[in-house]
């Protein structure tokens, strides 16, 4: 079946400085969706993009949607340290017609002051 | 704004117990979805409701049932319970037709933290 794959799987950066993650897929997806999970509570949707190419922003962060529509990219300027989370990729499986999504591996990501 | 309420938020049973978990999704939400999540690994989905018939169903045990009711809010029952049922269990809601096209954005609530003993 369809599977997302997030690298890097785990980041440790200091305060203030920039990430960059990215989700990569085995066939095509149609829309991304990232969302950010704290421990112990539910992912919180940050970005949703819904065309090839397409760059999307929400505060400090930034999502672009692959051309190839096999992979999205997510970055985070200035990280503070509630940025502190599992950052998951997510896509619905369209291809079945159907709309559950598809989650990557994760990417956990600590910050420090 | 309202988001979506599971309850309980935390729950201790014994094996082969059941369990109920309760969802109620955003306000004008149609479309109920349920993820397991087990510790360390991403969430997987189990079954989905649209209007409340089931639309979608993942790898969800025979052991499980869940139904959505006339106001939208859903349960899901599991019987039997195995030590390995221990597990985090969301709800997310959509609002399935969103005007001009299929919402794909599915909310998700705080989750209800499952351990079998």
């Known amino acids: 079946g369809q599977q997302l794959n997030q690298s890097p799987q785990s980041m440790f950066i200091q305060e203030g400085e920039d990430v960059s993650m990215n989700c990569t897929s085995s066939?095509?997806?149609?829309?991304w969706l990232w969302y950010k999970q704290d421990p112990g509570e539910g992912p919180v949707l940050l970005i949703a993009?819904?065309?090839?190419?397409e760059l999307t922003s929400n505060g400090r962060l930034t999502a672009q949607f692959g051309i190839t529509r096999k992979d999205s990219f997510l970055n985070i300027s200035a990280s503070i340290p509630s940025d502190v989370g599992i950052y998951f990729c997510a896509g619905p499986n369209l291809s079945y017609n159907t709309d559950k999504l598809i989650f990557g591996t994760g990417t956990r990501l600590q910050v420090f002051p | 704004a309202a988001g979506v309420i599971q309850s309980p938020r935390h729950l201790i049973k014994e094996k082969r117990e059941t369990a109920t978990l309760k969802c109620y999704p955003i306000?004008?939400?149609?479309?109920v979805y349920w993820y397991q999540q087990g510790p360390g690994q991403d969430p997987q989905f189990l079954i989905s409701f649209y209007e409340k018939m089931q639309s979608d169903k993942g790898s969800i045990p025979d052991r499980f049932s869940a139904q959505q009711f006339s106001d939208y809010h859903s349960e899901l029952n599991m019987s039997s319970l195995e030590l390995g049922d221990s597990a985090l269990y969301f709800c997310?809601?959509?609002?399935?037709?969103f005007g001009t096209g299929w919402a794909v954005e599915q909310f998700f609530g705080p989750g209800t933290r499952l351990t079998v003993l």
């Open positions: 993009l819904y065309k090839a190419g």
């Open positions: 997310a809601s959509s609002p399935r037709w």
């Open positions: 306000p004008r939400h149609d479309t």
């Open positions: 066939s095509i997806f149609n829309t």
